[in-house]
């Protein structure tokens, strides 16, 4: 198994570019998460999904979409992106009756916006 | 509001000493704390996790202990070794998929 993979590993946008941050798991993981990392600070959980056709938004939201179309891939996307949006951003999943119980993390996607 | 907090930034340890690090939360509601090792240029990965029915869980290595009276988790590291460098993070979950809240996180350093 692969795991949780997401491309790509590093970005660079200008302010007001959009971009999708792509997320992919091998495991049949019902339950699919986005969580941002700041630098003096813990990670905090921009959407989830517990399935295909089912997200919601979690602590830090605005600025990001999200879908799930299939189980496999959870793509994030921003739409105008903005400084305060330069981040490391790791997406993560588990099995929906364990919840945040035991997540798998991806390796991260370092975004940086000019 | 709800926090969970570490006491000490940064952690420097012999390699072969004991490690301890610390982790305090604020919301009494919490009832499910995860300990996670984060290496440079990885994501977080699972160490040992612990329910608000105990108060102590060991792993190979590790040891977590939950003190509820005075919300204090910690992570017992034994016979550090220079793998064990990384940075930790505690978090607790009062319940949900969006209610895990991690902490800023403590870097130990193990020197030879």
């Known amino acids: 198994n692969a795991g949780v993979t997401q491309t790509p590993k590093f970005q660079v946008l200008k302010t007001g570019q959009s971009m999708t941050l792509q997320c992919a798991q091998d495991?049949?993981?019902?339950?699919m998460s986005w969580y941002r990392q700041d630098p003096g600070m813990g990670l905090r959980l921009i959407h989830y999904s517990v399935g295909a056709g089912i997200t919601d938004q979690g602590e830090v939201p605005n600025g990001y979409n999200v879908s799930r179309s299939t189980t496999e891939d959870f793509p994030l996307r921003l739409l105008s992106a903005a400084p305060s949006q330069t981040s490391v951003y790791f997406c993560?999943?588990?099995?929906?009756?364990?919840?945040?119980?035991?997540?798998?993390f991806g390796p991260g996607t370092r975004l940086t916006v000019l | 509001g709800e926090s969970v907090g570490l006491h000490l930034p940064t952690l420097s340890v012999q390699e072969g000493d004991n490690s301890i690090i610390n982790c305090a939360y604020s919301n009494s509601a919490s009832d499910y704390f995860i300990w996670y090792k984060q290496e440079s240029g990885k994501g977080p990965q699972f160490i040992i996790d612990i329910r608000s029915n105990m108060d102590k869980r060991q792993g190979q290595r590790v040891t977590v202990l939950l003190n509820k009276t005075v919300k204090h988790l910690s992570l017992q590291i034994a016979a550090t070794q220079p793998g064990d460098s990384a940075v930790y993070f505690c978090?607790?979950?009062?319940?949900?998929?969006?209610?895990?809240?991690f902490g800023a996180g403590t870097r130990l350093a193990v020197h030879p």
């Open positions: 495991m049949n993981h019902e339950y």
């Open positions: 978090a607790e979950n009062s319940g949900g998929y969006n209610k895990l809240i």
């Open positions: 993560a999943s588990s099995y929906v009756d364990r919840g945040v119980d035991e997540q798998f």
